[in-house]
């Protein structure tokens, strides 16, 4: 049971144009949800969150998207670059509690 | 500057093995997670542990079991090692909920 899920497994995109990420899930439980990046060879690292009592949260280049009523998230990155290719996962927790539920990972590659 | 290390990069063990991968964070947190990592299924929780001696169950723990003595180590055990427990293995660490979860480099085990 894939309560998150990334249905796009790749995903290619110019450099300077814009990649969109997107994740959805089927747990109205969940309220807090995040973005990792993960480089081959290395652990994910945390990119960028948003709790659920907003709908659009913003650092640098990222800007995420949460359309609660779709139960659907976005990552938008603007402008891609190729240090971006790596692999995006978007996860979700309920209750503030400690467990995260992971997708299944976009492998995002920002070609020149 | 945070820090997650596990204890090897790759291990290659026989069928019938019993395996530790160990975890350590120098980041006082008290939360700890082992997750494995295949590819299509993303990241699968384990195990993860709230407090010294404490542990729960994640969404796959049958073959595993951890052990928690010290806040700063998190031990996984693969008690008779199998082939299908071949994987990437990632430890992490976090504060307090709803936090940031902080990732090791990844142990990649081979099971033979």
């Known amino acids: 049971d894939q309560q998150v899920k990334q249905n796009s497994p790749s995903l290619s995109v110019q450099e300077g144009r814009i990649s969109i990420l997107n994740c959805d899930y089927t747990?109205?439980?969940?309220?807090?949800f995040l973005w990792y990046k993960k480089y081959p060879a290395e652990g994910p690292t945390f990119l960028i969150s948003i709790s659920s009592i907003k709908d659009k949260n913003e650092d640098g280049r990222f800007t995420v998207f949460l359309n609660k009523s779709a139960k659907h998230l976005s990552l938008h990155i603007v402008p891609s670059q190729p240090g971006d290719s790596a692999v995006y996962f978007c996860?979700?927790?309920?209750?503030?509690?400690?467990?995260?539920?992971f997708g299944t990972g976009t492998q995002l590659k920002v070609e020149l | 500057d945070v820090k997650v290390t596990q204890s090897s990069r790759y291990l290659v063990k026989r069928t019938g093995e019993k395996v530790f991968l160990e975890c350590v964070q120098d980041?006082?947190?008290?939360?700890m997670f082992w997750y494995r990592q295949d590819p299509g299924l993303g990241l699968r929780l384990i195990y993860f542990?709230?407090?010294?001696?404490?542990?729960e169950k994640g969404d796959i723990p049958e073959g595993y079991s951890v052990s928690r003595e010290k806040k700063e180590r998190f031990s996984l055990i693969l008690e008779s090692a199998s082939t299908n427990q071949t994987s990437m293995y990632l430890c992490?660490?976090?504060?307090?909920?709803?936090?940031?979860?902080?990732f090791g480099p990844g142990t990649r085990l081979t099971v033979l």
């Open positions: 996860a979700a927790s309920k209750g503030g509690g400690n467990k995260l539920t």
């Open positions: 542990s709230y407090d010294v001696k404490m542990k």
């Open positions: 747990n109205s439980m969940f309220d807090y």
């Open positions: 980041m006082d947190h008290e939360n």
């Open positions: 992490a660490s976090s504060k307090v909920v709803p936090d940031t979860q902080y």
